[in-house]
């Protein structure tokens, strides 16, 4: 058999053909572990980059809203950072079997995607960086600059 699929590297430690005649349960948490990765991923990446084309700017700041809720409001009594998505997506994964000891989401998709166990620290670190410079640039892009485009 060939390489396996980037997706399913991510997503199921034994994959091959027979995945598909698994029990319904199981079927389903590996679909959800799979709509997780493309859906948490894709969301991060509109975080990063939603504020750099101006049709997609105001849902930039709603999803960076909704991230900052989860982080820093329900963070407040699940430990700051908590991730609602990041939170349902292990529960899915234990129910899997697997023993991530990936402590965030981010860490778990650079260790997934490169193999890399970079360290904790390092990982939250340019987590909070990019979120930072998103927040800035969606803030100047949805306010400051269309006034200076106004004005000129």
Request: proline share 4%.
């Amino acid at each position: 058999m060939g390489p396996r699929p980037f997706f399913c590297r991510l997503v199921s430690k034994n994959w091959d053909r027979r995945t598909l005649n698994l029990p319904d349960n199981e079927r389903v948490l590996r679909a959800l572990d799979l709509a997780f990765f493309i859906f948490h991923t894709g969301l991060i990446v509109f975080n990063l980059v939603g504020w750099a084309f101006p049709r997609t700017r105001r849902w930039q700041l709603y999803t960076l809203a909704a991230t900052a809720l989860s982080w820093f409001v329900m963070g407040f009594w699940r430990g700051i950072g908590y991730c609602l998505c990041t939170d349902w997506h292990f529960q899915v994964r234990r129910q899997l079997g697997y023993t991530d000891d990936s402590p965030t989401y981010v860490h778990l998709l650079i260790k997934s995607m490169t193999g890399a166990n970079l360290d904790h620290n390092l990982v939250q670190s340019g987590t909070a960086i990019g979120f930072a410079f998103c927040l800035l640039m969606g803030i100047y892009a949805n306010f400051i600059l269309p006034r200076r485009l106004a004005g000129a």
